[in-house]
């Protein structure tokens, strides 16, 4: 088409496509940058120190191991160590001890580890379990729903979840004992 359009409509033509590109692509950016208004995600509200409430709070999760399922809405009223695992993770092997003895720990001040399975199947689960002798209760998100509501994209990641159902402390890799001990006690007494 260009071809057949004399020499000066194509020299005009060509300034005119990049100055529409240009302003399609800045109405783009803009309503991007409208369309998130202000960042809802759990790490910005915790920077900002708010506790956002647990995503997909009421949603059922099949028990691991056992029957029934569990939701978070179960067990309001306790602080939760949320902690999101699958089997072939080695940080989440490594984690594994940690999380046993903070389940030890905390299970007398109204407070539980609950381990969610994450890109895991249900054999190699229940295997992990076994090996690193689990007694928190587990369950699995089979469809990845509950965990990607968190912001998750890998393993391990732990959320702690205080009594009122809201999103405390958030650790976006492995965790260690330290960072339990700094995080636990102010938000098992509901004193931050």
Same mark, same amino acid.
């Given at each position: 088409?260009?071809?057949?359009?004399?020499? #000066?409509?194509?020299?005009?033509?060509?300034?005119?496509?990049?100055?529409?590109?240009?302003?399609?692509?800045?109405?783009?950016?803009?309503?991007?940058?409208?369309?998130?208004?202000?960042?809802?995600?759990?790490?910005?509200?915790?920077?900002?120190? +708010?506790?956002?409430? $647990?995503?997909?709070?009421?949603?059922?999760? #099949?028990?691991?191991?056992?029957?029934? $399922?569990?939701?978070?809405?179960?067990?309001?009223?306790?602080?939760?160590?949320?902690?999101?695992?699958?089997?072939?993770?080695?940080?989440?092997?490594?984690?594994? #001890?940690?999380?046993?003895?903070?389940?030890?720990?905390?299970?007398?001040?109204?407070?539980?580890?609950?381990?969610?399975?994450?890109?895991?199947?249900?054999?190699?689960?229940?295997?992990?379990?076994?090996?690193?002798?689990?007694?928190?209760?587990?369950? +699995?998100?089979?469809?990845?729903?509950?965990?990607?509501?968190?912001?998750?994209?890998?393993?391990?990641?732990?959320?702690?979840?205080?009594?009122?159902?809201?999103?405390? $402390?958030?650790?976006?890799?492995?965790?260690?004992?330290?960072?339990?001990?700094?995080?636990?006690?102010?938000?098992? $007494?509901?004193?931050?």
């Amino acid at each position: 088409m260009l071809a057949t359009l004399g020499r #000066p409509v194509r020299r005009f033509l060509l300034p005119v496509l990049v100055s529409v590109a240009a302003v399609a692509l800045v109405g783009l950016l803009v309503f991007g940058v409208a369309g998130q208004g202000t960042d809802s995600s759990i790490d910005a509200a915790l920077a900002h120190g +708010r506790r956002p409430a $647990a995503p997909h709070a009421t949603e059922s999760l #099949p028990n691991l191991g056992t029957a029934g $399922a569990t939701s978070l809405a179960d067990l309001r009223g306790k602080v939760v160590v949320l902690n999101v695992f699958a089997s072939w993770c080695d940080p989440c092997k490594a984690e594994a #001890p940690v999380l046993e003895q903070a389940q030890r720990q905390i299970a007398g001040h109204d407070a539980t580890v609950l381990g969610v399975t994450y890109l895991d199947n249900t054999s190699d689960s229940q295997a992990f379990m076994r090996a690193e002798h689990i007694t928190y209760p587990v369950v +699995r998100d089979v469809s990845g729903t509950f965990v990607r509501s968190f912001g998750t994209t890998g393993v391990p990641e732990t959320f702690v979840i205080d009594r009122q159902g809201r999103v405390a $402390a958030a650790r976006r890799f492995q965790l260690n004992t330290r960072w339990l001990d700094q995080t636990l006690p102010s938000i098992l $007494a509901g004193t931050s």
